[in-house]
């Protein structure tokens, strides 16, 4: 029997669990040709909702879907480069075999298409500078000026997401490569943009500051975590619709230890289908969360080890305790951290998305992921 729980992103084939709202909403943002910036902590699906809404927007209304990946983007000639590819990528898939994809082509001017056929028979695009100026940021201006000539001239409406776009925040440049997108992007009205991120912060920072060139241009959209009753409902269906059964207490166990984090709870899941021979029950979701933080321990440690000895110790300090504010006289003197020093690795850690002040509960602060802190009250 396969195992229907998955820790990557969500195939367009398999079932969401939830997000008809978000779903909706985003989808009505794309239509209306509406820029958005989708952010949560990491892991929470946004990939998985926003590869879904292209799915949607593709097979309902016919709308030229671009998906670009910034992740770990180096350099502004990259970021040109990953979009243009995906804008090639989106034409292949959609328009193959029509005479206008072919026009359409060359059309970003300073990069070409290379298609081939890999091991397996698929094929793969991949890009080619032609040229070898403009370069820099002003490769970057001049694709986007392209794409939006592209966009204007093109017949069916476009949606185009840039996930992990916060990355472009910590590349040289990162000023004028802002600007640059921004510049661009606000005299392309025909698309809808999505910027996707998990660093909250840095994205937030950008799109909701004053001095920064995104300031107040879109929409922002906060993914929340999945609601404890659809999850039991997904768990329990997902495991009938693939032979074995699983307890409704037990999946409301699983929806506890992982706090309905979407990535832990689908990993833990996963466990706990291998796990049952036939039927799950509540004293194999505690074995399949173990095995589950056993895994995640090395990417924990590999956290901590980024981390200065005193934001480690802050780190565990606020894991470990419920105390109101980490500046009171309860919390310095149990964790021997007095308030003056716990500023700076406070600011570090919240920069960091690592810890995040609980909205109206007193200035209380909390680990952003729970299973983090669950393995730290551990260790
Ligand atoms: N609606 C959902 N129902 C069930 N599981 C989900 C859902 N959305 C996401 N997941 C699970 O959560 C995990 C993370 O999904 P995804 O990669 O889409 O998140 P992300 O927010 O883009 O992550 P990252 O911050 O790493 O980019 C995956 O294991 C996926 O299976
Ligand atoms: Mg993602």
């Known amino acids: ?41 990491r892991r929470y699906g946004k990939t998985s909702l926003v590869k879904r809404v292209q799915a949607q927007l593709r097979a309902e209304h016919d709308v030229l879907t671009i998906y670009a990946d910034l992740y770990r983007v180096t350099s502004a000639e990259e970021v040109a480069a990953r979009i243009s590819k995906a804008v090639y990528a989106a034409l292949h898939r959609q328009e193959d075999l029509s005479a206008k994809a072919k026009r359409y082509l060359g059309a970003l001017v300073n990069f070409r298409p290379v298609f081939k056929v890999n091991d397996q028979g698929e094929f793969t695009v991949s890009v080619e500078r032609v040229g070898a100026r403009p370069a820099g940021v002003e490769l970057l201006a001049s694709t986007m000026e392209y794409l939006g000539e592209f966009i204007e001239n093109y017949d069916k409406p476009v949606h185009l997401a840039l996930d992990e776009f916060q990355e472009i925040t910590e590349i040289q440049k990162k ?14 009205h025909q698309a809808s943009f999505f910027f996707i991120g998990s660093r909250r912060r840095l994205l937030l920072e950008m799109f909701a500051s004053e001095s920064r060139p995104f300031f107040q241009s879109t929409f922002l959209f906060k993914l929340e975590k999945l609601p404890k009753d659809d999850l039991v409902d ?56 173990d095995s589950v933080l056993k895994e995640e321990a090395d990417f924990f440690k590999a956290v901590l080890f980024g981390l200065t000895l005193k934001e480690v110790r802050l780190l565990r300090a606020i894991a470990k305790d419920n105390t109101p504010s980490v500046f009171s006289a309860d919390f310095a003197k149990l964790h021997e951290i007095p308030a003056f020093s716990a500023q700076k690795p406070l600011k570090k850690l919240a920069r960091l998305d690592l810890v995040e002040q609980v909205e109206g509960d007193g200035g209380r602060y909390r680990l952003v992921d729970p299973v983090m802190a669950t393995w730290l009250r551990l260790t």
């Open 234 to 289: 997904y768990i329990v269906s997902r495991f009938a619709e693939n032979g074995k059964t699983c307890d409704p207490q037990a999946a409301a166990a699983l929806c506890d230890v992982t706090h309905c984090y979407p990535y832990y709870a689908q990993k833990t899941a996963n466990y706990l289908f291998d796990l049952a021979e036939s039927k799950a029950g509540a004293e194999d979701v505690q074995k399949a969360f």
């Open 1 to 41: 029997m396969p195992n229907p729980f998955n820790i990557g992103v969500i195939p367009d084939t398999a079932p969401l669990c939830d997000r008809q709202t978000e779903l909706d909403t985003l989808k009505r943002r794309a239509l209306d040709a509406s820029n958005v910036t989708l952010y949560s902590p």
């Open 175 to 188: 000023n004028e490569i802002e600007a640059a997108l921004r510049e661009q992007i606000q005299h392309i």
